[in-house]
């Protein structure tokens, strides 16, 4: 049956907007066209579906299942799963295992002791932060939008807020001139024009970066983000958390900054999406996380929320992978979960204390290249003070055989792939390519 959800919007969308605008109209404001018209659908095929479950005879599903009932299987395939194929080859839930969707909330409010219970949704299950960043934006973004966000930002961003939802990136510059995040120049941001809607992207640990704010510079931005909100702005803070957990410096902040968000202003909704790709070391498994948190929400609002969110999914990837998820939610199970992290928590660690040496003791560095302010994550940046980054770039890859990303006048140094050995002759190949540009 051909629809056309303008003339005519779905009555199942109506109730989700019905049930946001009661419960926050501040959100319901926020919701983008699409936004407002998406859900996910309880009628249909999924509700036959799910009416026919137990059945004698069930010819709804639409799994191939063999005359035994089970999940076919191809053995090429099941013969590599050692923990046994069953229930990994069919399809998840299209907002993600009960299961994994329960632990992954009770795991954020471990990471984050300040969260309130009651403050967040359930998470919904996406396919890797990318996914969940996209389908963040389908509820709130449309065309002439503006997001605001550090200069300092994860390219990707490009293609999923400006190419793909026409909005635009308005950027304020990441640090102030005692290299501290620069939450003044947020505020300006925020603060200009009439009231209206404003989406903040907020990223810490940051990439490129790797900078995470100081306890006092996160109550700035959140007391920025509540001033603007008291001003009768509607706020959506997008967080993405892709690197949560990797800070190496103390004063910075440990729990998302989606704690200090979520409960702060019932016309802010943060949004927190992350997942297992970097925390975990599981960049294949492609599975992340979407939660919603505001001051003025309660169950059916969140219930509504993972619905329109649900419904996005359900129009692009259907659903994440059952294998993923059935591979981490053994692992979240596993004792030794917590000390293998750990392991790996500490080898970035020591390659960070080591970067922090470097940079100390090597004051020649100093005339060609200087370090951005960074104390958590993946990377560090290097300005380059004399020449081009690019050209730097390319004098490392021809004569000293290193590779390293060009951003503009800076280059980005993922420490989170080079050896603990390498790190010298890395920052040494960076500072004699660098004086060979400036020369
Ligand atoms: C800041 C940030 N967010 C999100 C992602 C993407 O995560 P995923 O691979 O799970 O899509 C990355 C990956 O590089 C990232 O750096």
Redesign the pocket.
């Known amino acids: 049956m051909q629809i056309d959800p303008d003339s005519s919007p779905s009555p199942q969308a109506a109730e989700l907007n019905y049930v946001i605008k009661g419960a926050n109209p501040y959100v319901f404001d926020m919701l983008s066209p699409k936004g407002r018209r998406i859900f996910f659908p309880t009628a249909g095929i999924l509700a036959q579906t799910a009416q026919a479950a137990g059945a004698g005879i069930n010819a709804t599903i639409g799994t191939a299942l063999d005359d035994a009932g089970a999940a076919m299987q191809l053995s090429s395939v099941a013969s590599q799963l050692s923990g046994g194929a069953e229930g990994i080859l069919s399809y998840a839930p299209n907002l993600g295992k009960p299961e994994i969707r329960s632990a992954w909330r009770g795991m954020l409010l471990e990471k984050n002791p300040s969260l309130r219970p009651d403050g967040l949704s359930l998470p919904i299950v996406t ?7 996209s389908a963040a934006a389908y509820l709130f973004l449309d065309g002439g939008d503006a997001v605001i966000t550090p200069d300092l ?2 390219e ?2 490009n293609l999923l807020f400006a190419y793909a939802y026409g909005a635009t990136l308005d950027t304020f510059p990441m640090f102030n001139g005692s290299n501290g995040f620069n939450a003044g120049a947020m505020r300006d941001k925020l603060f200009r024009g009439p009231p209206g809607k404003r989406i903040v992207v907020l ?1 810490f640990p ?3 970066t790797g900078y995470t704010p100081t306890v006092a510079e996160a109550k700035a931005i959140v007391g920025v983000i509540v001033e603007a909100a008291d001003r009768g702005n509607n706020i959506v803070a997008l967080i ?4 949560f957990g990797l800070v190496f410096e103390e004063g910075i902040i440990k729990e998302s900054i989606f704690s200090m968000l979520a409960g702060a202003h019932e016309r802010v909704l943060a949004v927190k ?1 992350d ?4 925390e975990d070391y599981a ?1 294949g498994i ?3 996380f979407v939660t919603f948190g505001t001051a003025r929400g309660g169950a059916a609002f969140y219930k509504a929320m993972e619905s329109k969110l649900g419904g996005s999914i359900r129009g692009s990837t259907s659903s994440a992978s059952n294998v993923g998820q059935t591979l981490l939610l053994n692992a979240y199970r596993s004792p030794d979960y917590e000390s293998e992290k750990g392991e790996k928590y500490r080898i970035l660690l020591r390659r960070y204390t080591k970067i922090k040496d470097i940079l100390n003791n090597r004051k020649e560095y100093a005339e060609y290249i200087r370090p951005l302010p960074f104390n958590s994550g ?1 990377f560090l940046c290097l300005r380059v003070l004399s020449g081009k980054a690019e050209e730097v770039r390319l004098i490392l890859l021809e004569k000293y055989d290193t590779g390293v990303i060009a951003l503009g006048d800076l280059l980005r140094v993922a420490f989170s792939s080079t050896p603990y050995e390498q790190l010298e002759k890395l920052f040494d190949n960076i500072y004699m390519a660098a004086r060979e540009v400036s020369g």
């Open positions: 396919s890797g932060l990318t996914h969940g960043l930002f994860w990707n961003y990223n940051n990439n490129p993405d958390d892709a690197y999406i997942g297992p790709t970097k960049w492609r599975v992340g993946y």
